[in-house]
T-cell receptor
Framework: DAGITQSPRYKITETGRQVTLMCHQT?????MFWYRQDLGHGLRLIYY???????DKGEVPDGYVVSRSKTENFPLTLESATRSQTSVYFCARSEARDTGELFFGEGSRLTVL | DQQVKQNSPSLSVQEGRISILNCDYTNSMFDYFLWYKKYPAEGPTFLISISSIKDKNEDGRFTVFLNKSAKHLSLHIVPSQPGDSAVYFC?????????????FGAGTQVVVTP
């Protein structure tokens, strides 16, 4: 058990709609991340957060918004969904660098029509 | 431009044999490398890592080798088992990267046949 719960697991939406993907950790790890997985690209970092109220952009942040008002929650919002945002989204948590480990949730598969 | 490359999208290996997965990187500042394993409909799970101060790290059936001069790492799985059938991602980070800011390769699909 990675201690990360993502919802919804599957979502179909239309271009232009706002979508929020939820992420909740049962631990109190400082670091949380959002990655997207696309064929041919592996996983790419969208946003990350080092602590509550501290967020920063990753490699592909355009079109996404995050917030972290509580340590355990890290929602990802697509303000106006586009077809290029069709992907599988993974939330992850981490404790410390020297463990070398990110704990990933099971993913949220988003389809934008 | 991808800084971590896995040039083999797939690999088929017989049960009991060795699986060798390769990964190349272009950023000489990377100092920490990881391998993750992913089953369908699940999140990636950490497998093994190596720091740039080492050239080998072993954990059971899994060994990662790092060749810094060639900017190349490889994952050896010996012996391969059917449960090893999964997608394997290579990842890297640098000393100035905040923890968890990993650069991932595109992945290699491993199929272990009986």
């Amino acid at each position: 058990d990675a201690g990360i719960t993502q919802s919804p697991r599957y979502k179909i939406t239309e271009t232009g709609r706002q979508v929020t993907l939820m992420c909740h950790q049962t631990w109190s790890h400082s670091y949380m991340f959002w990655y997207r997985q696309d064929l041919g690209h592996g996983l790419r970092l969208i946003y990350y957060s080092a602590a509550a109220d501290i967020t920063d952009k990753g490699e592909v942040p355009d079109g996404y918004v995050v917030s972290r008002s509580k340590t355990e929650n890290f929602p990802l919002t697509l303000e106006s969904a586009t077809r290029s945002q069709t992907s599988v989204y993974f939330c992850a948590r981490s404790e410390a660098r020297d463990t070398g480990e990110l704990f990933f949730g099971e993913g949220s598969r988003l389809t934008v029509l | 431009d991808q800084q971590v490359k896995q040039n083999s999208p797939s690999l088929s290996v017989q049960e009991g044999r060795i699986s060798i997965l390769n990964c190349d990187y272009t950023n000489s500042m990377f100092d920490y490398f990881l391998w993750y394993k992913k089953y369908p409909a699940e999140g990636p799970t950490f497998l093994i890592s190596i720091s740039s101060i080492k050239d080998k790290n072993e954990d059971g059936r899994f060994t990662v080798f790092l060749n810094k001069s060639a900017k190349h790492l490889s994952l050896h799985i010996v012996p391969s088992q059917p449960g090893d059938s999964a997608v394997y991602f290579c990842a890297a980070s640098g000393p100035t990267d905040s923890w968890g800011k990993l650069q991932f390769g595109a992945g290699t699909q491993v199929v272990v046949t009986p």
